[in-house]
């Protein structure tokens, strides 16, 4: 199994360096000590990070 049942997270994620598998929630990788982005936190971005700024002043 590659996702979670309940909310579809990965259950394992690729190092960007070395491409070892490492557990959700580690913030380095086990391997090659690089370190590891969270998907889900950047799938879930505040409105205003990406929003152009004159349409955001609307």
Known sequence: MRFCGQCAAPLE?????????????HKFCGQCAAALSNPIDSRFASPESYTPKHLAEQ
């Not at 994620?13 to 929630?25: D, E, K, T």
């Open 13 to 25: 994620i690729a190092c960007p360096s070395c491409r070892a598998a490492n557990p959700p929630g």
